[in-house]
């Protein structure tokens, strides 16, 4: 079996084959084209057994992993964190595309159980527009701040809470009150009273597109206590394809929620993860709170962790971690779902 370790830039794209043994066998660089992943495709298939293993820089690597998924090939995906130790632990010093290549093929060789590559679904979709209206959320908080400071030029004595701005009544209101002043300042205020007002309905608009896809790609998590429609679009866009994950466990270790072991000799503890995907783990601690205000279950668990000693914090945590057991079994149960479905209609 050959392994392609493969480091991906925006023009270039390097591939360094090896053996099982991580012997180096070749190395080629082509242009980040299709054209040049049909060439770099050309060269490796001189190898008839042979896997590929692409560093996991997203926006660099993805149309190279599509299109050697397209031509049928196993691809795995290796995080630049494993390639960065491959790299310092191998015996050629400096850093360069090929040395880069090299150290993710081996790193491919040493992990067994990386990632497997997979077309890309909805999954893909619900990022994209999750992402866009939070940097859409951030440019209208920036423009409020910006806003209430002209306000306060223009009117020392006028008081607005920068929440009131995503209101269009309140809006209006000061609207009306910029237009009985001139001047730069007022001018330059009223453009953002519009691109504010803008924003609004665009992310209202994308907020409603959220919501329905939720419904159609995660009903089940949809119906998790806490768990609304752009808390399952996080769940469902971070975690991208749950079957990558063996088990619960695994997904927990992935979001932060499972607790590190740390012991020597007889004196067995855990601390605090703080490692992760953080996206994930805001969300689990965000249905954990709102499971807790709304009493029930989750108000019993903390009773309960709390009458063995434990401080509120670590109850917390505690919920977290019971939480992602059941994001999992109902990202599961979707993905399931979903896939009969998919065979149902090719069948």
Known sequence: MVTF?????????????????????????????????????????QWSQRQWALENCRHLSRVLERNLLNAGEAVVQVSPKLM????????????????DALAVARAALREPRLPVAQLEGKEREVKLLVDHREDLVGERTRI?????????E????????????????????????????????????????????ELTRSIKRLQRRIEVLMHELAPSLL???????????????????????????????????APIPVWSGNHERHRLNRGGNRQLNVVLHRIAITQMRVGGQASDYIARRLSMGNSKT???RA?????????????????????????????
């Open 223 to 257: 119906s998790l206590a806490g768990c609304a429609g752009l808390s399952a679009a996080k769940l469902v866009a971070e975690t991208a394809d749950v079957s990558r994950f063996r088990s619960s466990a695994a997904f927990a270790m992935h979001n932060g929620t």
């Open 319 to 347: 919920l977290r971690r019971q939480i992602s057991d059941e994001v999992y079994r109902r990202l599961r149960q979707d993905h399931s779902r979903r896939s009969t479905a998919l065979m149902a209609v090719a069948a």
């Open 84 to 99: 960065g130790g491959a790299r310092r632990s191998g015996r050629e010093l400096g850093k360069s595309d090929p040395i």
């Open 144 to 152: 409020q701040n910006r806003l209430l400071w002209h306000l306060h």
């Open 314 to 316: 670590e109850a917390i």
């Open 5 to 45: 370790g493969g480091d991906c830039h925006k023009k270039t794209h390097t591939v360094v084959a090896v053996d099982e043994n991580g012997r180096q066998l070749g190395e080629r660089t082509v242009a980040a084209t299709p054209s040049g992943h049909m060439e770099a495709l050309s060269w490796a298939r």
């Open 154 to 197: 223009v009117e020392p004595g006028y008081q607005v809470v920068a929440s009131g701005l995503l209101r269009a009544v309140v809006l209006a209101e000061v609207r009306t009150r910029l237009e009985n002043h001139s001047g730069v300042v007022a001018e330059i205020a009223l453009e953002l009273v519009d691109r504010l007002a």
